[in-house]
């Protein structure tokens, strides 16, 4: 059976706290959509912090997975 695909803003979200955890930078955002710009930019801001305070990678990952 095939897994449900995840609403669009949760998805935003997600990659947006990858990239954020990875570095990128904020202005490597692929939405042109309000809303899931915003989510996308949260998610970047959670990842970067995250980063800084030095969480290590499987860290992140879990944290990601009760988000």
């Known amino acids: 059976m095939r897994r449900q ?8 979200f997600q990659r ?7 570095g990128k930078q904020k202005g ?14 949260t998610g970047w801001r959670e990842g970067r912090n995250d980063n800084w305070d030095g969480l290590t990678t499987m860290s ?5 997975a009760f988000h």
């Open 5 to 12: 695909k995840r609403d669009m803003t949760e998805r935003a």
């Open 16 to 22: 947006g706290y990858q990239a954020g955890f990875a």
């Open 28 to 41: 490597t955002c692929p939405h042109n959509q309000d809303q899931l710009k915003q989510e996308w930019l």
């Open 60 to 64: 992140a990952l879990q944290k990601q």
